[in-house]
């Protein structure tokens, strides 16, 4: 009775979730986003997270016009698939509603050509990659190891010093990666208007005046106030509350 209480127990949570989600999207369906919203919400307040369920979320509040918690929750979804085309392409849409118009600094040089290859795969994806060549290069000892043909050999040979290369190749590709997500701080800005100060206090000196849905990188916490970078490379202080940070 004990181990069926306790299943039950994990179990019931998972049901519920998945019921709120296709509740949410019959919802969708039938055009009523905010209740819709609240469905997904209701999934995401029960801790179980996913890139579907922000993805939909985001599209709602699209759908609402709410521009800030559209693109917020399109970058939710983009930490847990990095990449994915479809979301990408609902974000830049979202993004065209936004008031301010911050052209990104584009990179140049070896870091772009790194950031470029790496994010090519998630942590997750480098480390299945890695996983994958290391499969291959014991299927490539094997038939070295069996083979009796000299030629067989020197492939097998040849081949599994190639597996070697891809799978360091993988790992330092993984490392780069969940470092970058480690250390890059996402937001977005909450509030109708927000002034982003030459310091952290109120009687700074306004560097820039920024509109919800625009984007920073969070740099550094002081009290009520952090540090952002623009996309355009600029800095400043903005209050806390007006931002909402994309990780947890």
């Given amino acids: 009775m004990k181990k069926a209480a306790l299943l039950l127990i994990l179990v019931a949570p998972v ?19 905010q209740a ?11 801790h179980q997270e996913s890139a579907e369920v922000y993805f939909n979320l985001a599209n709602c509040y699209y759908k609402l016009n709410k521009v800030a918690p559209a693109i917020y929750n399109y970058e939710k979804a983009l930490v847990l698939r990095p ?13 065209k509603m936004t008031i301010d118009e ?3 600094v584009p ?34 000892f094997i038939g070295y190891y069996f083979s009796s043909l000299t030629l067989y050999k020197r492939i097998f040979f040849i081949g599994m010093f190639v597996l070697v290369f891809l799978i360091i190749l993988s790992i330092l590709s993984a490392l780069f990666e969940k470092s970058h997500a480690q250390n ?11 002034e982003v100060k030459s310091e952290p206090r109120a009687a700074g000196s306004d560097v820039v005046v920024l509109h919800e849905g625009t984007k920073v990188m969070v740099l550094e916490v002081l009290d009520d106030w952090k540090k952002v970078e623009l ?9 806390s509350s007006s931002i909402k940070e994309v990780k947890p």
């Fill in 15 to 33: 049901f519920w979730a998945q019921n709120n989600f296709e509740n949410g999207n019959k919802l969708y369906q039938k055009g009523q986003y």
């Fill in 36 to 46: 819709a919203a609240e469905a997904y919400q209701s999934v995401l307040n029960g």
């Fill in 83 to 95: 990449g994915d085309a479809e979301i990408l392409n609902n974000l830049h849409f979202a993004q």
């Fill in 102 to 104: 911050i052209k990104e």
């Fill in 107 to 140: 990179k140049v040089g070896f870091s772009k050509l790194l950031r470029d290859f790496t994010a090519m795969f998630s942590y997750d994806g480098w480390a299945w990659t890695a996983v994958g060549f290391s499969t291959i290069f014991l299927l490539f």
């Fill in 184 to 194: 890059e701080r996402p937001a977005i800005v909450f509030a109708e208007s927000a």
């Fill in 231 to 239: 996309l355009d490379g600029s800095e400043g202080w903005i209050l």
